[in-house]
Structures are given as C-alpha cells and as structure tokens.
C-alpha cells in the first residue's frame, strides 16, 4: 500500500485527435503519438532522455517484449525544428514524416527479432555467467528510462471506444508507475476520435509532476494537429 501511494496518477481524454484523423495525415499512429510524447517530454523537462516504448514479439514462441527507443536523431531534429521559430511548417511536417517512418521501421525491427535490447541483456547475463566484466554493457543496462510508455490494445479499454453503445460501467484501460525516480510511466489507448491517457509519476520527485506533464501531452497534439491543418488543409 505504500508502495501504491508513493505514485501519482493523472488520467484524462483527448478528444478529436484519434485514429481517424492521423489516418488523414498519412502516418502511423502510434508513430504520431510517440511523437507527440517525446514534444512534451523535452518541453516539460528541457532536455531529451531515453524513452522506452514496449513491442510485442507475437510472431515467436514464447516471446514478450522488445524495446522501441522513441527518442531518435530524427525526433530530437523535429524537436528543435518545432521551438525554432525561423523553421517553416512545411519543413516541420517533412521532419515529423522522417522521423515517424524512422519510428515504424523500428518497431518493426523489434516485432521481427531485430532489436537490440533484449540482445544486448542476453549478452550481459552470459558475459555474468563467464565472468566477464564489460563496461560497455554495465553502462548501457544502467541508463535510465525517464520516460517508459506502452500502448492498451482498443479491446482492453472503454466500450465507447469502438462504439457508441452505452453500460453501466465503462474504462479507460489502465496505467503502470514510472521506472525512474524522476520520470514518467505513460500508457494511452488510441480510439477512432479519442485518445485515453494514463500518466504516472513519484510522489517524492522534484522533477516531475502528472498533471503537468498532461498539460504539456495536450498542448503538443494541439500543435501536431494545427501543423498538418494550416499546412495541408487537413481537418
């Protein structure tokens, strides 16, 4: 119970930006949501950090997961291009675009046994076995997640989300707690026309705060969405 207490959760919806209108983008959209949690990430702390994305391995046997390092060059140069004032939307949405089909081609890696996470722990646990130091591993393994997310698959959240058929109770699918002292666990459903988010921080961090973070979630799928309207007529 204590343990429980420790974190603080904020959960809230996001209405009109969904599967729907992403689609109309032309890009994926957990590309376009991970994109908008890395924006938010670095305006709520002003720096970029290592950020976790969990993959599912499906297609073998008794498999888990692999990671998907969101925080790329290519999202960090999107990034800078959208607090700098003297790049225009159009380069704007070329970068967006290059750093979301960079994202995809990485969760498809992970999806087909072509991450590099999981080998480099398989490494780190025979060069243990052997007894064999390697700083390079401990180094890597050490990094800190300071933001960990992973998207609920649609049928393990709120009815509405696929219809609008109404009961008597309804979720919002669930959330975890951050792997870092001073980060952020995020978790989000994307629906047709909604995206549910579940946004977890410590309550003893100076860093972080849930509700801010929220703030800044929202406020950057304001400006993705306003980009591709203004830009490419898209509404």
């Given at each position: 119970?204590?343990?429980?207490?420790?974190?603080?959760?904020?959960?809230?919806?996001?209405?009109?930006?969904?599967?729907?209108?992403?689609?109309?983008?032309?890009?994926?959209?957990?590309?376009?949501?991970?994109?908008?949690?890395?924006?938010?990430?670095?305006?709520?702390?002003?720096?970029?950090?290592?950020?976790?994305?969990?993959?599912?391995?499906?297609?073998?046997?008794?498999?888990?997961?692999?990671?998907?390092?969101?925080?790329?060059?290519?999202?960090?140069?999107?990034?800078?291009?959208?607090?700098?004032?003297?790049?225009?939307?159009?380069?704007?949405?070329?970068?967006?675009?290059?750093?979301?089909?960079?994202?995809?081609?990485?969760?498809?890696?992970?999806?087909?046994?072509?991450?590099?996470?999981?080998?480099?722990?398989?490494?780190?646990?025979?060069?243990?076995?052997?007894?064999?130091?390697?700083?390079?591993?401990?180094?890597?393994?050490?990094?800190?997640?300071?933001?960990?997310?992973?998207?609920?698959?649609?049928?393990?959240?709120?009815?509405?989300?696929?219809?609008?058929?109404?009961?008597?109770?309804?979720?919002?699918?669930?959330?975890?707690?951050?792997?870092?002292?001073?980060?952020?666990?995020?978790s989000y459903i994307i629906s047709e026309?909604?995206?549910?988010?579940?946004?977890?921080?410590?309550?003893?961090?100076?860093?972080?705060?849930?509700?801010?973070?929220?703030?800044?979630?929202?406020?950057?799928?304001?400006?993705?969405?306003?980009?591709?309207?203004?830009?490419?007529?898209?509404?």
């Amino acid at each position: 119970m204590n343990f429980i207490s420790s974190f603080v959760t904020f959960s809230y919806d996001v209405l009109c930006v969904g599967k729907n209108f992403i689609k109309k983008c032309k890009i994926s959209p957990d590309a376009y949501i991970q994109m908008a949690l890395q924006l938010a990430h670095y305006r709520d702390s002003g720096r970029f950090n290592l950020t976790y994305e969990a993959s599912m391995t499906r297609l073998f046997r008794n498999s888990r997961t692999e990671t998907v390092r969101s925080c790329s060059i290519e999202s960090s140069a999107w990034i800078r291009a959208m607090e700098n004032s003297m790049i225009t939307n159009t380069e704007r949405i070329q970068l967006l675009r290059l750093a979301c089909d960079f994202h995809q081609q990485q969760y498809r890696d992970a999806m087909s046994g072509k991450g590099i996470d999981r080998h480099l722990f398989c490494l780190y646990v025979i060069s243990k076995y052997l007894k064999l130091d390697s700083p390079f591993l401990q180094n890597v393994l050490q990094e800190p997640w300071k933001l960990s997310t992973s998207q609920t698959p649609t049928q393990y959240g709120n009815p509405h989300v696929k219809s609008n058929t109404t009961a008597d109770g309804v979720s919002a699918g669930g959330g975890f707690g951050s792997v870092d002292q001073n980060g952020y666990g995020v978790s989000y459903i994307i629906s047709e026309d909604i995206i549910f988010f579940h946004i977890s921080s410590r309550r003893s961090s100076r860093e972080t705060d849930s509700q801010r973070f929220g703030r800044e979630i929202r406020k950057a799928l304001d400006d993705i969405r306003t980009l591709f309207e203004e830009t490419t007529k898209i509404a």
